[in-house]
Structure formats: structure tokens, C-alpha cells
T-cell receptor
Framework: QKEVEQDPGPLSVPEGAIVSLNCTYSNSAFQYFMWYRQYSRKGPELLMYTYSSGNKEDGRFTAQVDKSSKYISLFIRDSQPSDSATYLCAMSKGNQFYFGTGTSLTVIP | KAGVTQTPRYLIKTRGQQVTLSCSPI?????VSWYQQTPGQGLQFLFE???????NKGNFPGRFSGRQFSNSRSEMNVSTLELGDSALYLC??????????????FGEGSRLTVL
């Protein structure tokens, strides 16, 4: 079993929709939880990170962590075509990072 | 501020050859890590360097090696290439290792195709 599991999608939504992306993990030692966005032919870029359980909001993006269920989510409100990308969840313990396989998202105008 | 620079961006090799990839981290960043990205496996950790020392190594065979120079630039080498080594190789830099804020800054990657 992989330490981080992520549904690869692909996910296709109309512009303006609310998008929910999710990951589960098995290791309770993970300390930081992150979401990266990767456009085609580009490297991943950090979107959000959080340390504790609960919600963290940044504009149209909300990251949610539930440590008791070992489950993290990223919500995108009012999705835009420019949000079309692959979204990677990541977790860290110590200075080692573990990534999900990524969910491909397409927002249709 | 310049980002992480990786060269070459694209390369094609044949089985049995070797390849060297280069990474220049963001100025001031001293930690460099390397990842292999494939569609089926996602991002897999190769190794991490700080102050010219390898601090962590992922579960890859000895054909994969790397090093870091005194100016923090890093190279990784893959010898005796196999078809399965075809992937996007990503370099990421951060200020110092153990900076557990998730702030890994990635380059655009080197896409290796092995024929």
C-alpha cells in the first residue's frame, strides 16, 4: 500500500463549478500537508500547505485536513479554465516528502 | 529572482547509455532534492543533498547517483539506462533541509526518453 493515495481522475467540470480533490494517507507521522499544482510541461508549484487539522483558505482555494481520518482535501470555488492542471497532494515527515500521483483537472469554459 | 534551472530540458538516449542532468537551485537555497515523475508512479524521491552531502536516498538502484557542488548546484547521473528510466526528472530546492513548510521549489524538469 502506498503511503499517499490520490484518485488520478481525470476530472472534468464546467467553469464556475466547485471542485473537490482528495487524498488519503496511512502514516500518522506526517506533519505537514501540501497541495501542488502542475501545469503541462512545467514543474509543480506550491499552492497551499497546512500543519494542523482544520481548514485553511486562500482566495478561491480551501485546504482541509482531517488527521483522525487521515484524509485531506482541496476545494476550488468558482473554478476557472486557468485552473486546468494536475493537482498533487504531498505530505512530509522530517525532511522527506511523499507525493500523491496527482489528479488531472480540466475546467471547461 | 531566478527560479530553479534544469538542463537539458529534453533528451533522448538509447538503452545502455548513461545520462547526466544538471540543476541550479534558487540563489541562496542550499538543499537540492531530485524526483522521478512517471504517469503510473507519480513523484518518487531519488535523493537529497545539502552542503555537498547526500542526506537522504530513495529506493532506487545504484545506477542512480548524484552529487552537489560547493555552489549548491547539483547533478544526477543514471548509468546503463533502461527503458523504464524514461520519465520527467524534477529538481527541487529549498533554503535548508528540514524546513517543514512544504516549500519545495521545483524546476521545469528534464524529460528523458530511453529508446
Amino acid at each position: 500500500q502506498k503511503e499517499v493515495e490520490q484518485d488520478p481522475g481525470p476530472l472534468s467540470v464546467p467553469e464556475g463549478a466547485i471542485v473537490s480533490l482528495n487524498c488519503t494517507y496511512s502514516n500518522s507521522a506526517f506533519q505537514y500537508f501540501m497541495w501542488y499544482r502542475q501545469y503541462s510541461r512545467k514543474g509543480p508549484e506550491l499552492l497551499m500547505y497546512t500543519y494542523s487539522s482544520g481548514n485553511k483558505e486562500d482566495g478561491r482555494f480551501t485546504a482541509q485536513v482531517d488527521k483522525s481520518s487521515k484524509y485531506i482535501s482541496l476545494f476550488i470555488r468558482d473554478s476557472q479554465p486557468s485552473d486546468s492542471a494536475t493537482y498533487l497532494c504531498a505530505m512530509s515527515k522530517g525532511n522527506q516528502f511523499y507525493f500523491g500521483t496527482g489528479t488531472s483537472l480540466t475546467v471547461i469554459p | 529572482k531566478a527560479g530553479v534551472t534544469q538542463t537539458p530540458r529534453y533528451l533522448i538516449k538509447t538503452r545502455g547509455q548513461q545520462v547526466t542532468l544538471s540543476c541550479s537551485p534558487i540563489s541562496g537555497h542550499r538543499s537540492v532534492s531530485w524526483y522521478q515523475q512517471t504517469p503510473g508512479q507519480g513523484l518518487q524521491f531519488l535523493f537529497e543533498y545539502f552542503s555537498e552531502t547526500q542526506r537522504n536516498k530513495g529506493n532506487f538502484p545504484g545506477r542512480f547517483s548524484g552529487r552537489q557542488f560547493s555552489n549548491s548546484r547539483s547533478e544526477m547521473n543514471v548509468s546503463t539506462l533502461e527503458l523504464g528510466d524514461s520519465a520527467l526528472y524534477l529538481c527541487a530546492s529549498s533554503l535548508v533541509p528540514g524546513q517543514n513548510t512544504g516549500e519545495l521549489f521545483f524546476g521545469e524538469g528534464s524529460r528523458l526518453t530511453v529508446l
